[in-house]
């Protein structure tokens, strides 16, 4: 059953996508309006809305693993990764926001940032973050919203695919070992490569706010800025898919 009524003289395409109320959103605070407010705010938005996708995938990612079923997991975790990656694409459209320009409308974001989106802190503790300085940052300003609390209280993501190999009785390292490539490898491969693609989106913003603000800034939300940034590109969702490669190298 549908959860939204159709509108009564039937679909079209503006009444399905509802483009009135979603271009209606938009709307710069900069007086006279700043010509370049409108793509700052746009880039935000499209990637809370990607965002949105994302947890959405990321729940029927956990939702496979839980049932132990290999072949929809993987699948969920290739959508995942093309989603990530047109999330970091997103912000390269801002690299044409030159410095002086961007200070002439910044002053009216007043503290709001990035560092307040819930819907990004939600899928870093989906993902399975749970590095002290990240819970230091998301409790800095108070109780974590509902989502992120929801998302701090399951399961991480590599404790659930270990649990499916430990279900399967295979050892991860024999992964790499085997004599053909098989489901559970592309699907822990796959998951190395979101952590890949989403630190390369927490590099893509810091070289963004390097560009932009420049490296000894602070931010509208009260960090060291881009120092701040490059720190959070140690943070690792899945430390033992990292690890088992240096089985190969005498170290671990
Ligand atoms: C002009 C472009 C941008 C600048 C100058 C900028 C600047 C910053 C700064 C300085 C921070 C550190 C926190 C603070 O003190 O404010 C931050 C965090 C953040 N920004 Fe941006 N940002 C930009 C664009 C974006 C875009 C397009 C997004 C997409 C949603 C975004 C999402 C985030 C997120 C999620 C964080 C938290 C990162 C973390 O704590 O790991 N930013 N941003």
Do not use: C
């Not at 395409?13 to 509802?18: I, K, P, S």
């Not at 010509?35 to 996708?53: C, G, N, R, T, Y």
């Amino acid at each position: 059953m549908s959860a939204h009524t159709p509108p009564a003289g039937g679909v079209d395409y503006a009444g399905y996508l509802r483009l009135p109320e979603l271009l209606a959103l938009q709307l710069p605070l900069s007086t006279p309006e700043h010509p370049d407010e409108l793509l700052f705010i746009v880039v935000h938005q499209a990637s809370e809305l990607w965002f949105k996708v994302l947890r959405h995938e990321m729940d029927g990612l956990i939702a496979a693993l839980e049932r132990f079923d290999t072949m929809r997991a993987l699948l969920a975790v290739q959508r995942i990764n093309v989603l990530t990656e047109i999330v970091a694409q997103q912000l390269t459209a801002l690299d044409t926001l030159p410095p002086q320009r961007f200070a002439q409308f910044r002053g009216y974001l007043g503290a709001s940032s990035g560092s307040q989106s819930a819907q990004f802190r939600a899928i870093e503790a989906t993902a399975g973050l749970r590095d002290p300085h990240f819970l230091a940052a998301i409790r800095e300003h108070g109780e974590p919203p509902a989502e992120v609390q929801a998302a701090l209280a399951r399961s991480t993501l590599q404790s659930l695919v270990l649990a499916l190999l430990a279900h399967l009785e295979v050892p991860l390292v024999s992964l790499y070992t085997g004599p053909e490539p098989t489901p559970l490898f592309l699907l822990v491969e796959g998951l190395l490569e979101f952590e890949q693609r989403f630190v390369r989106w927490r590099f893509l913003h810091v070289q963004l706010v390097e560009r932009i603000i420049g490296p000894g800034t602070g931010g509208t939300g009260g960090t060291l800025g881009a120092k701040y940034l490059m720190r959070t590109t140690n943070h690792r969702f899945f430390p033992e898919l990292w690890a088992v490669r240096s089985e190969f190298y005498g170290a671990r």
